[in-house]
């Protein structure tokens, strides 16, 4: 008996907790499914020097939180971040599926005899920021039959998109054979450029269970009640909120090291890698986090949580994308839970009965949609 296997395009290798675990998530969904999966390592370097040279100016500048500028994340060299690099490290190669073969821009059209279907996956890959080449793997322009081309999840990154943009994604989205995407909004926007319907599916990490994650979580070891702040970007008022908080409720705040500046909390959590976080969500009181994936496992796993905007920039700016996390929150009535830089009150704990419920119906229309798409 003939089992596909299925190519998949996302992010999958990046020291970021939401980026790997949406790759996990992803991959053991189709597993379970019955079905077999693999992430395509591409590089996209070339063995001809000009282009070669083209390909590694552009990428600095497309991948910028990826392969920022020089000294920006310096700070992932230093010892206190070293432990962390290898928890990462060793979940991807325990967990995260790759293929054999590495692929660049002058050989990635050898992996259509590799696999049965390609799948561009969830995080923001299609996002106008992470694609600002030209081309890009991300539409699956390598993929000939275009039967095979299909999508689960992947975000716009923001439903505020310039016309010029939305003209390309018309242009690399018409041959697609299914399409799907992780913001409602952005799903009705697509579906009238493209003629046709665009589904709406839940990021890959709410596609399973809070005991599926227990397989894989590692206790924190942390006593007691604790808050949690996980938090991405360096605004002041997100920690003073879940300092505040730790007051109101009694609780010790707890940080996951995630910038230098953390390391002057008087509780900061070292050595986390995907497992640990995990674990970490589950056993927390409460979540203050400024993180979109922060936010989908505190819902998840049934927490009390506060979120927060990660950049404070305009829609103008390409790196926006405040607005995933406030679309996602409308849909299961969870609006009140995304704060204002300014906010400094709190809100009653978090009724779930209907949250799930609401949760439960997203959650069986998108294990329909992929497996409509694998089989």
């Given at each position: 008996m003939?089992?596909n296997?299925?190519g998949?395009?996302?992010y999958?290798s990046?020291p970021n ?6 790759a ?7 597993d379970?499914?019955?079905y077999?999966?693999?992430y ?7 063995k001809k020097?000009?282009?070669k040279?083209f390909i590694?100016?552009?990428l600095?500048?497309?991948y ?6 020089k000294?920006?994340?310096e700070y992932f060299?230093?010892k206190e ?6 928890r990462f490290?060793?979940?991807?190669r325990?967990?995260?599926p790759?293929?054999g ?9 050898l992996?259509n ?10 995080d923001?890959t299609?996002?106008r ?8 793997i991300?539409f699956l ?7 095979k081309?299909?999508?689960?999840a ?7 998109i310039?016309q010029d943009?939305i003209?390309?994604l ?6 697609f ?10 799903c009705i926007?697509?579906s ?5 319907t665009?589904e709406y599916?839940v990021d890959p990490t ?6 599926d ?6 206790n924190?070891g ?5 808050i ?5 970007g ?6 003073e ?6 007051k109101?409720?009694g609780?010790?705040v707890?940080?996951?090291?995630t910038?230098p500046e953390?390391l ?7 050595s ?5 976080f995990?674990?970490?969500i589950?056993?927390a ?9 922060g936010s989908l496992f505190s819902?998840?796993?049934g927490?009390n949580f506060?979120?927060?905007?990660k950049?404070?920039v305009s829609v103008?700016d390409?790196?926006?994308d ?5 679309s ?9 839970r995304?704060k ?6 709190f809100?009653?704990d978090?009724?779930?009965s ?6 439960s ?5 998108s294990?329909s949609y992929l497996?409509?798409?694998v089989s």
């Amino acid at each position: 008996m003939h089992i596909n296997m299925i190519g998949l395009v996302s992010y999958h290798s990046e020291p970021n907790y939401g980026t790997m675990l949406q790759a996990y998530a992803l991959a053991k969904a189709i597993d379970m499914l019955g079905y077999k999966s693999e992430y395509i390592l591409y590089r996209g370097i070339t063995k001809k020097p000009w282009l070669k040279y083209f390909i590694r100016k552009q990428l600095a500048d497309v991948y910028h939180f990826v392969c920022p500028p020089k000294g920006e994340f310096e700070y992932f060299k230093t010892k206190e971040f070293h432990s962390i690099l290898s928890r990462f490290d060793d979940f991807h190669r325990q967990f995260i599926p790759v293929s054999g073969q590495e692929y660049n821009i002058d050989t990635i059209g050898l992996s259509n005899n590799q696999y049965d279907s390609f799948i561009v996956g969830s995080d923001q890959t299609w996002s106008r920021y992470m694609n600002r080449l030209n081309s890009s793997i991300n539409f699956l322009p390598f993929v000939e039959e275009k039967s095979k081309k299909k999508s689960y999840a992947p975000s716009i990154g923001s439903t505020h998109i310039e016309q010029d943009y939305i003209t390309r994604l018309k242009d690399e989205l018409s041959d697609f054979n299914s399409i799907s995407c992780r913001e409602r909004e952005n799903c009705i926007l697509l579906s009238k450029l493209l003629g046709r319907t665009v589904e709406y599916v839940v990021d890959p990490t709410l596609l399973l269970q809070p005991s599926d994650w227990d397989k894989i979580a590692i206790n924190p070891g942390v006593k007691g009640g604790y808050i949690l702040a996980y938090i991405l970007g360096v605004k002041n008022c997100v920690s003073e909120y879940a300092e505040c908080l730790g007051k109101e409720k009694g609780l010790p705040v707890y940080y996951i090291l995630t910038r230098p500046e953390y390391l002057k909390k008087q509780r900061v959590l070292n050595s986390v890698g995907p497992r640990e976080f995990v674990g970490l969500i589950k056993s927390a009181s409460y979540v203050v986090t400024d993180s979109f994936h922060g936010s989908l496992f505190s819902i998840n796993y049934g927490k009390n949580f506060y979120s927060f905007a990660k950049r404070a920039v305009s829609v103008d700016d390409l790196t926006y994308d405040n607005d995933r996390i406030i679309s996602f929150l409308s849909e299961l009535g969870l609006e009140n839970r995304f704060k204002a830089d300014t906010d400094i009150y709190f809100e009653q704990d978090i009724d779930y009965s209907a949250v799930l419920k609401k949760l439960s119906e997203l959650r069986k229309f998108s294990w329909s949609y992929l497996k409509s798409i694998v089989s």
